[in-house]
């Protein structure tokens, strides 16, 4: 199990950027697979970008690619979505997620087992 504290979001005209930051406690944070997802008001929550064990492979919703990039580093236990050009309709909260120990990488919200409690992204127009 990991502990994830999300930190970052906030308020941000259209075509503006921010570097979203999660903080993972605990041991073996490389053994992870983590993913970004977002939930904006009235919605489900959706897959935004994940990442591999040891950052090798990315993975992205086809509306963030090419804006968002998800990165990590193993030494610090952190994880991070640069996220450029945001737009009105990326206003959300943003979660940091963790699969199982040694999965692979997914784009199923079900597949994540550990949670952050969020940050707010507003994206003004």
């Known amino acids: 199990q990991v502990q994830l504290v999300e930190s970052g979001g906030g308020l941000v005209q259209a075509g503006g950027s921010l570097r979203l930051s999660c903080a993972a406690s605990g041991r073996n944070f490389s053994s992870y697979a983590m993913g970004w997802f977002r939930q904006a008001p009235g919605k489900e929550r959706e897959f935004a970008a994940a990442?591999?064990?040891?950052?090798?492979?990315?993975y992205y919703k086809s509306a963030v690619r090419g804006r968002f990039t998800i990165s990590r580093d193993n030494v610090k236990n952190m994880l991070f979505l640069q996220m450029e050009n945001l737009k009105p309709e990326d206003t959300a909260v943003y979660y940091c997620?963790?699969?199982?120990?040694?999965?692979?990488?997914?784009?199923?919200?079900?597949?994540?087992?550990?949670w952050g409690q969020g940050t707010q992204v507003t994206v003004s127009s």
């Open positions: 997620a963790a699969r199982p120990v040694n999965s692979v990488t997914s784009t199923y919200t079900v597949a994540y087992t550990d």
């Open positions: 990442i591999s064990r040891i950052g090798t492979s990315t």
